[in-house]
């Protein structure tokens, strides 16, 4: 029989951890709930007696938040992999805890057994069959490297995504929400062969874009995007382009100079 994987949730909303507990057949996916917590601390006393794999938990909560709980779990089992949930207005609040070596995160609105799991099998990724390895979405992996995350993807996926060598950040923040803007954005580079678009949003105001070029595309990017100011005047959006930059390695530096409020 395959190793289960022991998983703790901890979360202040008994609500969110019944759901995360409830909604997935655990065991046919390879993990076990050993438990549940309402806070840090009764996770840390979970945490002394189960010894799990992973913790799945809330950045706010009571007693112990998420942020003193991830410190103190990895200075006793450095081992143990950290998931944290969070919701858009607390990312910031969440970024600390990189330093501490969480494995990743999912935002709350996002937050259903498909998106857990997939999450899950990438922490695992090592110890599972191929058949089982579920790689997150490219949209995914680049707002993880835009908020301080390092990425699972190798170089032949990366290039296979973001074949080009220049990269573009365009920043709207949103009057209101807008769909058909948004969807008329991201199809005007469909079928262009020398462009890619991805939105990679992390917040619900700001609409954010990663272009991914050829060099003498930036022209024609730049006529379009002034094309589409005119079409949605009505809209009142705010643009904010940032400099070109030729590598991912940039797009975290580049997003905090120039586009980050």
Request: net charge negative; with cysteine.
């Amino acid at each position: 029989m395959n190793k289960l994987y022991k998983v703790l949730i901890v979360d202040d909303e008994m609500l969110i951890r019944q759901g995360i507990i409830n909604y997935i057949d655990w065991e046919k996916e390879g993990y076990q709930i050993i438990g549940e917590a309402a806070n840090g601390e009764e996770a840390l006393a979970l945490l002394e007696k189960e010894r799990p794999d992973i913790i799945i938990t809330d950045i706010v909560m009571p007693e112990m938040d998420g942020i003193e709980l991830v410190k103190i779990a990895k200075e006793k089992n450095p081992a143990v992999n950290i998931i944290i949930l969070s919701s858009f207005e607390n990312f910031d609040y969440v970024r600390t805890t990189f330093q501490h070596g969480i494995a990743d995160y999912i935002l709350k609105p996002k937050l259903n057994a498909k998106e857990l799991i997939q999450t899950l099998n990438n922490i695992t990724i090592g110890s599972k069959e191929p058949k089982q390895q579920e790689i997150q979405s490219i949209e995914e992996q680049l707002k993880k490297i835009l908020q301080g995350y390092q990425p699972k993807l190798s170089k032949t996926q990366w290039k296979k995504s973001l074949p080009y060598n220049q990269f573009l950040l365009v920043s709207i923040i949103l009057e209101q929400e807008d769909s058909l803007f948004k969807t008329s954005l991201l199809e005007e580079y469909t079928k262009k062969p020398d462009v890619a678009v991805y939105d990679i949003s992390v917040n619900e105001k700001e609409f954010l874009l990663l272009y991914n070029f050829e060099k003498y595309e930036l022209s024609s990017i730049k006529k379009s995007i002034l094309h589409f100011k005119d079409k949605f005047m009505y809209t009142n959006h705010t643009w904010l382009i940032a400099a070109p930059f030729s590598s991912l390695e940039n797009l975290q530096q580049c997003y905090q100079d120039h586009l980050a409020n």
